[in-house]
């Protein structure tokens, strides 16, 4: 008997504790992952739209995640024909010290000539501090401040409030630090191009300098174990703590996630990033071809056209969103207009934000209404 109302006493708190949960939780609604990291964040890939985070904007260590800016930086001067993808670096000294067991390496010796691809490859997945100092010497004219500044001047072009380097390597140092949110938009940017997707997304890997074969191993983890990941970049230091921006993608849609100081930095980025596919959906909120409104046809009384959407809008929708569409017609219409000729506009708002817009075009033609049309409108306006 005692027995029983014991268990009866723990069911009574089991279900209590499931309905004071419910409580909590609004219904349809998805509690956030469960992430230990000191800053965390989840974004979406496409349009940058902040989806979840904690301490987003705190400014902290980033450890060898600075190297997405290394190679960003390295691909835009790549891109305005400053520098050539098979452009020879020869390894200096200076960059040559960075290659012992202290640091992230791929083990370069002075002397060593590897090409500017193949330096990219080096500190995006091995992380190696060596090749990311040999390509800021190289990018920056010998001048590895220079190459520096360029890439505080691009963190300023991409609006990064919470980001500032020192180094190109990432070691801990006054002065450089990056936040959660910041690193999501580099890699956003960096992601623009196909050669990074590629490198951050390869596994394993070789370099070839003028006497050996580097073999390359990619140091996130979760390109092996999580299906969807299709990157980014790791960062370990003392400051940093274990760190990842991480990216998936399945179907149509794609996320990108940040954990700054996270001992278990892989498994936490798989949560958020199965979050991000769980909870949100990619979906047409304007569809192209269909009616979003009607437009009176000029000096024809009761006679209107149709306007439909010239494309789609997609967006990405959590669960009970709120979709507000806005449509505007053009105040003064063309006395004429063909199938197809512009005459509005949708506007599509998802929980207050924008998130995109699309013409609205006649889905008919009308003719220009002849003077006795004119005058009898005019006339009937006035009895009217």
């Given at each position: 008997?005692?027995?029983?109302?014991?268990?009866?006493a723990?069911?009574?708190?089991?279900?209590a504790?499931?309905?004071?949960?419910?409580?909590v939780?609004?219904p349809?609604?998805?509690?956030?992952?469960?992430?230990?990291?000191?800053?965390?964040?989840?974004?979406?890939?496409?349009?940058?739209?902040?989806?979840?985070?904690?301490?987003?904007?705190?400014?902290?260590?980033?450890?060898?995640?600075?190297?997405?800016?290394?190679?960003?930086?390295?691909?835009?001067?790549?891109?305005?024909?400053?520098v050539?993808?098979?452009d020879?670096?020869?390894?200096?000294?200076?960059?040559?010290?960075?290659?012992?067991?202290?640091?992230?390496?791929?083990?370069?010796?002075?002397?060593?000539?590897?090409?500017?691809?193949e330096?990219?490859?080096?500190?995006?997945?091995?992380?190696?501090?060596?090749?990311?100092?040999?390509?800021?010497?190289?990018?920056?004219?010998?001048?590895?401040?220079?190459?520096?500044?360029?890439?505080?001047?691009?963190?300023?072009?991409?609006?990064?409030?919470?980001?500032?380097?020192?180094?190109?390597t990432?070691?801990?140092?006054?002065?450089q630090?990056?936040?959660?949110?910041?690193?999501?938009?580099?890699?956003?940017?960096?992601s623009?191009?196909?050669?990074?997707?590629?490198?951050?997304?390869?596994?394993?890997?070789?370099?070839?300098?003028?006497?050996?074969?580097?073999?390359?191993?990619?140091?996130?983890?979760?390109?092996?174990?999580?299906?969807?990941?299709?990157g980014?970049?790791?960062?370990?230091?003392?400051?940093?703590?274990?760190?990842?921006?991480?990216?998936?993608?399945?179907?149509?849609?794609?996320?990108?996630?940040?954990?700054?100081d996270?001992?278990?930095?892989?498994?936490?980025?798989?949560?958020?990033?199965?979050?991000?596919?769980?909870?949100?959906?990619?979906?047409?909120?304007?569809?192209?071809?269909?009616?979003?409104?009607?437009?009176?046809?000029?000096?024809?009384?009761?006679?209107?056209?149709?306007?439909?959407?010239?494309?789609?809008?997609?967006?990405?929708?959590?669960?009970?969103?709120?979709?507000?569409?806005?449509?505007?017609?053009?105040?003064?219409?063309?006395?004429?207009?063909?199938?197809?000729?512009?005459?509005?506009?949708?506007?599509?708002?998802?929980?207050?934000?924008?998130?995109?817009?699309?013409?609205?075009?006649?889905?008919?033609?009308?003719?220009?209404?002849?003077?006795?049309?004119?005058?009898?409108?005019?006339?009937?306006?006035?009895?009217?």
């Amino acid at each position: 008997m005692l027995r029983t109302s014991y268990n009866t006493a723990i069911l009574l708190a089991a279900l209590a504790l499931v309905l004071m949960l419910q409580a909590v939780v609004a219904p349809g609604a998805l509690a956030e992952p469960g992430v230990g990291a000191r800053s965390w964040v989840l974004a979406d890939a496409e349009s940058g739209k902040y989806l979840a985070g904690e301490n987003a904007s705190e400014r902290l260590s980033m450890g060898s995640t600075d190297k997405i800016m290394v190679a960003l930086v390295a691909l835009r001067q790549i891109e305005a024909g400053e520098v050539g993808l098979e452009d020879e670096v020869t390894v200096s000294g200076d960059a040559a010290a960075f290659a012992t067991p202290l640091y992230s390496n791929v083990g370069l010796f002075e002397g060593d000539n590897l090409s500017v691809r193949e330096l990219l490859a080096a500190a995006l997945v091995s992380s190696g501090n060596d090749a990311a100092y040999a390509l800021a010497e190289h990018l920056g004219g010998g001048d590895v401040d220079a190459f520096v500044e360029r890439m505080n001047r691009e963190a300023e072009l991409l609006g990064l409030e919470d980001t500032r380097f020192e180094n190109p390597t990432g070691l801990d140092a006054r002065g450089q630090y990056s936040s959660a949110r910041d690193l999501a938009t580099m890699a956003r940017a960096a992601s623009e191009y196909p050669l990074f997707r590629e490198l951050v997304s390869t596994d394993y890997t070789t370099i070839t300098t003028q006497d050996r074969e580097i073999e390359l191993v990619n140091t996130n983890e979760l390109l092996s174990t999580y299906p969807p990941a299709t990157g980014v970049k790791t960062g370990t230091t003392p400051g940093a703590g274990p760190s990842l921006v991480a990216s998936a993608a399945a179907e149509d849609e794609t996320y990108v996630s940040v954990v700054l100081d996270d001992v278990d930095r892989f498994a936490s980025s798989a949560r958020l990033l199965d979050y991000g596919f769980t909870v949100y959906d990619r979906t047409d909120l304007v569809v192209g071809g269909e009616q979003y409104a009607r437009a009176d046809v000029p000096y024809r009384r009761g006679e209107t056209v149709g306007l439909v959407a010239k494309w789609n809008v997609e967006g990405l929708v959590g669960k009970d969103p709120e979709v507000r569409r806005e449509t505007r017609v053009f105040e003064d219409l063309p006395g004429s207009a063909k199938k197809g000729m512009t005459l509005g506009e949708v506007l599509v708002e998802v929980d207050g934000e924008r998130v995109g817009e699309a013409p609205l075009v006649a889905s008919r033609g009308y003719d220009a209404a002849t003077l006795w049309e004119r005058v009898w409108y005019t006339v009937g306006g006035i009895f009217a």
